[in-house]
DNA sequence: GCCAACGTTGGC
DNA sequence: GCCAACGTTGGC
């Protein structure tokens, strides 16, 4: 089992809009970007642990527990031509970014970004290194299971 | 809104 | 294959 940091704004999906949806379930949709596609692809199992982190908004940070409920199938949005995400190149023969789902473990108090910063054991967590940007990254059991006792 | 950092695109 | 231009991310 692998343990993931999972990006999201709160303006599309929040972790409030998650435990509304049916099943407390959502696709991942909208990654296009290929190291994330691909940890989704080949590396995501189902009951893998998520931190779902809360992005491009007034606190970012860690906002609740999930974990990935469905392995990596295409991504609806690329195929849908009034979509923002849709993809030109993509097709349903060879549709080129996939998406897991992921389910609500519950919903956690924030625990901000400036706090992870904070935390020395934390310190070696990718989302803290420069020029950062990808919106799923591996965790270290030990950062994760760290996060999970202070949450 | 700014801007640093990084990924992608496309001409050559 | 190089690399400049462009687009995106995401904290501030």
């Known amino acids: 089992m692998r343990y993931w940091l999972m990006k999201s704004e709160p303006s599309d999906v929040s972790i409030d809009d998650l435990a509304a949806m049916p099943d407390q379930s959502v696709a991942w949709y909208g990654i296009r970007n290929y190291q994330a596609r691909n940890f989704m692809r080949d590396q995501m199992q189902v009951g893998d642990k998520v931190l779902f982190y809360h992005s491009s908004c007034a606190e970012p940070g860690i906002?609740?527990?999930?974990?990935?409920?469905?392995?990596?199938?295409?991504d609806?949005?690329?195929?849908?031509?009034?979509?923002?995400?849709?993809?030109?190149?993509?097709t349903r023969?060879?549709?080129?970014?996939?998406?897991?789902d992921v389910k609500l473990v519950r919903k956690t108090?924030?625990?901000?970004?400036?706090?992870?910063?904070?935390?020395?054991e934390l310190a070696t967590m990718r989302i803290l290194q420069k020029g950062n940007r990808l919106s799923i990254t591996p965790i270290d059991p030990r950062e994760y299971n760290y996060i999970v006792g202070v949450l």
Request: net charge positive; glycine share 2%; no cysteine.
């Open 63 to 74: 906002a609740g527990l999930a974990e990935v409920s469905r392995l990596a199938y295409p």
């Open 76 to 90: 609806e949005t690329q195929f849908d031509v009034k979509h923002k995400y849709f993809d030109a190149k993509a």
């Open 93 to 100: 023969e060879a549709p080129r970014w996939m998406n897991v």
């Open 109 to 120: 108090r924030l625990m901000a970004l400036k706090e992870i910063r904070d935390t020395p």
